[in-house]
């Protein structure tokens, strides 16, 4: 069903729309029927319209429940009023008469039971009360218990149809929220988050904001996994109050990131500088995780990406992406990245930073692998027992290893789908790409040995010259490993991510297939004694 241009369920269109216009078409017809039975026009439109106005205020203007109470009692009393001020019969040949669709009224207006019972009661009780008129002649005994029964079970049936009627929808929109609320934050599921943008960047121009809490790993350690369930929590809530009268929309992305989705229509200046804001006012809030502790600073790293006018095919997924990119840029810039090693720039000549800095600009992800991936590669080599120029060099080369797909389309790397037989050829080519971009840089072979043959695999499965066993070179086999370890954790947006345990249990089904076995047992201790130790 098309409404406004948007598809919109039936049900919804139903619990919205319908309901409110049989309300109001009914207490319009209804005052209109009561003016032209009356015979006098002009002093019944005045008390009908009052009758109205009360109806329709207390339907759509008022939300205090006892406001209306006290507004239903009083059209209520001005019905009556109409109906004895012009002596209205109660006895009617039909069951459909004024006081059904009177009671009908009710039912739509109120939640409770009691009201609507006792405006369709009421007539029917002012029928039996002319039972003694009966055996005047004045009206048959039959007329009058027919008609008074009649009244009672419809207002009973009308009460109880509208109830469970009612119920369903309760039950059912209760189900909705729960399927699209995160249940431990109280703030939307990523998927309504993004359904949302959607509806949003049709009609105004938005602002995406991604949050990643740094170390949070640490509060869960030092503190429990229920102290960081609480930290979350209040981090929520920090959000709302900090983003209160945006037009936006708070989700949670996974583990301690959230997205917002903020309109930005250009009228609010507040919004262009969001993220820095929301940075600077966390930075300077205190926590209170538990009652008896010192409360805690919590530091966040924050990127936005802004949609435009002239940006006709911006979509969801780019604006994602392009956040998701400033986020890391800030991370990096506030905060070191060093997991195992005091390393923060490789020996490389001045013409590598520079081609980093184009990795970087080209797809952040693939810089920050990197840089995970030279750390890891780093320590592992360590580990080995490898002289510190040994070390020094895979430490560069796991920089520079992925630096040939500068040179591929960046709509093939950043691709969440299955890559096609083509897009995986051009994948498999930065090795050969990134041999030949280094190429004037001068570097020692085992930085070179390390980038051609970083894809290598135990079994000889791998490529570009299907290399087998210890033939492939130990630096590049080292760098392999926390190549693909290194790809396994970091997180990116539309891509699910493993979790150190399950990223050392791929490790392992791997070792004497793609890794060096050997490698594998020191690397998985590695990283173990690490996580143990942090």
């Known amino acids: 069903m098309q409404y406004k241009g948007k598809k919109i369920k039936i049900i919804d269109f139903f619990n919205k729309h319908i309901l409110n216009a049989l309300f109001t078409f009914l207490v319009v017809i209804l005052s209109i029927y009561m003016t032209y039975e009356t015979g006098h026009i002009f002093p019944t439109i005045l008390y009908m319209s009052g009758f109205a106005t009360m109806m329709l205020v207390a339907k759509f203007f008022v939300k205090h429940k006892p406001v ?30 004024r006081w059904s669709v009177l009671t009908a009224c009710y039912v739509l207006l109120l ?32 007329k009058i218990i027919g008609t008074a029964n009649g009244q009672i079970c419809f207002t009973f049936t009308i009460v109880l149809i509208y109830q469970l009627f009612a119920k369903v929808i309760i039950e059912r929109n209760k189900y909705k929220k729960m399927s699209i609320t995160d249940s431990l934050t109280g703030v939307a599921t990523f998927a309504h988050t993004i359904e949302t943008a959607k509806k949003m960047i049709q009609s105004s121009d938005i602002s995406i904001l991604i949050t990643d809490m740094d170390r949070f790993k640490q509060i869960n350690d030092t503190f429990g996994h229920v102290a960081g369930n609480r930290v979350l929590i209040k981090v929520s809530e920090f959000l709302k109050s900090e983003t209160e009268g945006l037009e936006r929309i708070i989700g949670r992305l996974g583990g301690d990131e959230f997205i917002i989705v903020v309109k930005n229509d250009g009228r609010n200046e507040r919004v262009k500088n969001l993220g820095k804001e929301l940075s600077k006012a966390i930075r300077e809030k205190e926590f209170v995780i538990e009652d008896g502790l010192d409360p805690i600073n919590l530091s966040f790293s924050i990127g936005q990406a802004n949609s435009s006018p002239s940006d006709k095919d911006t979509d969801i997924e780019k604006l994602l992406y392009k956040a998701d990119i400033d986020m890391y840029y800030n991370k990096c810039k506030n905060h070191r990245l060093d997991i195992f090693t005091n390393r923060q720039k490789p020996l490389l000549p001045k013409e590598g930073f520079e081609l980093l800095n184009v990795l970087a600009e080209k797809d952040m992800y693939t810089y920050v692998h990197s840089r995970y991936t030279a750390q890891y590669a780093a320590a592992l080599a360590k580990e080995v027992g490898l002289p510190d120029s040994q070390v020094d060099h895979i430490y560069a080369a796991g920089w520079l290893h992925d630096i ?131």
């Open 404 to 534: 040939g797909k500068i040179l591929i389309s960046s709509d093939i790397i950043r691709k969440n789908t299955t890559l096609t037989p083509e897009e995986y050829d051009l994948i498999k080519g930065h090795v050969n790409y990134g041999l030949n971009i280094i190429n004037d840089l001068s570097l020692p072979i085992e930085i070179v040995n390390c980038i051609a043959y970083h894809h290598e695999n135990w079994d000889g499965t791998g490529y570009p010259h299907g290399l087998s066993g210890e033939s492939i070179p130990l630096e590049a086999r080292i760098l392999q490993l926390a190549d693909s370890y290194s790809a396994m954790i970091v997180r990116r947006v539309y891509r699910k991510t493993l979790s150190p345990e399950d990223a050392l249990n791929e490790i392992n089904s791997g070792c004497g297939k793609q890794f060096d076995p050997n490698l594998v047992k020191i690397f998985v201790q590695l990283i173990q004694n690490k996580f143990k130790a942090a």
């Open 111 to 142: 939640d409770s039971i009691f009201f609507p019972l006792i405006a369709g009661l009421y007539p029917a009780l002012r029928i039996f009360m002319l039972l003694p008129q009966s055996k005047e002649g004045f009206y048959p005994t039959d």
């Open 68 to 97: 209306q109470y006290i507004l239903a009692i009083m059209s209520y009393l001005v019905f009556i009023f109409v109906v004895d001020l012009y002596s209205l019969p109660y006895t009617y040949n039909t069951v459909i008469n």
